[in-house]
């Protein structure tokens, strides 16, 4: 698969490509590339943004910029799914995760400010999609959930079978991941479940059934 991000920091992005689950599936089944759209942009030194018309505070991201990128990255063929990363998006669940995981390639929009001039949403965007109903300074975090999201869900990213039994998995019937313990068995008074030390495979798979959330 290859997700293309859109951003203004493209520098960003480096903590998040040296860690797993991206570290792991970088190169084989994931490719990934960032585009700046200050490379791009055909206006002067290096806008990218202007002031809304209708006034009002902030600064809006031009859609002649985000036009002027996805030309240079696809020239007439842009991928199927272009998502801009909007408060006002579909609303990011892990089944739209596993969706977004079934495509072959992704572009992904970051915006700042006031966002995205709305022509981008309605005319070179696919989808637009939210992480969560509170507002973020720029749309980089998002992406990066996105990506790492995506990440874990292809081949080869996680341990053998981590993936399979988790939160919001058709496994759990879409429930909250039984609670986990390690060593010390007991801390402070605080004891392990004993069933969990007992080493019955049943008796600890029916818990673990019993608890999911
Ligand atoms: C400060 S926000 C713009 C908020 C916008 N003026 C509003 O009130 O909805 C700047 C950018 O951050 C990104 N962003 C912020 N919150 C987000 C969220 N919950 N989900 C996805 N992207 C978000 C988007 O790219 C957005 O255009």
């Known amino acids: 698969m290859r997700i ?10 480096a903590w998040l490509t040296e860690q797993r689950p991206l570290a792991g599936v970088l190169g084989t089944e994931l490719e990934l590339r960032l585009f700046n759209y200050r490379d791009t942009t055909p206006l002067k ?3 990218v943004d202007d002031e809304p018309y209708g006034g009002g505070a902030g600064m809006v991201l031009r859609v002649d910029v985000v036009a002027a990128a996805l030309e240079s990255a696809y020239r007439d063929v842009p991928p199927p799914r272009v998502i801009a990363l909007s408060p006002q998006g579909r609303p990011l669940t892990q089944a739209v995760v596993e969706e ?20 981008i949403v309605e005319h070179l965007a696919s989808d637009a999609i939210s992480v969560g109903p509170y507002v973020l300074s720029n749309g980089d975090l998002p992406a990066m959930v996105v990506l790492d999201a995506v990440a874990r869900r292809l081949p080869g990213a996680l341990a053998e079978g981590s993936g399979e039994l988790e939160s919001f998995s058709a496994a759990l019937g879409g429930g909250l991941e039984y609670p986990h313990y390690t060593r010390p068995p007991a801390f402070r008074g605080w004891s392990v479940p004993q069933v969990l030390l007992s080493g019955d495979h ?3 798979e029916s818990w673990r059934r019993e608890h999911i959330r």
């Open 100 to 119: 977004l995981a079934g495509e072959d390639q992704l572009a992904l929009l970051s915006a700042r400010f006031e966002g995205f001039d709305e022509r």
């Open 202 to 204: 049943a008796k600890i």
């Open 45 to 47: 030194a290096g806008q």
């Open 4 to 13: 293309d991000v859109f951003t203004l920091v493209p520098h960003a992005y």
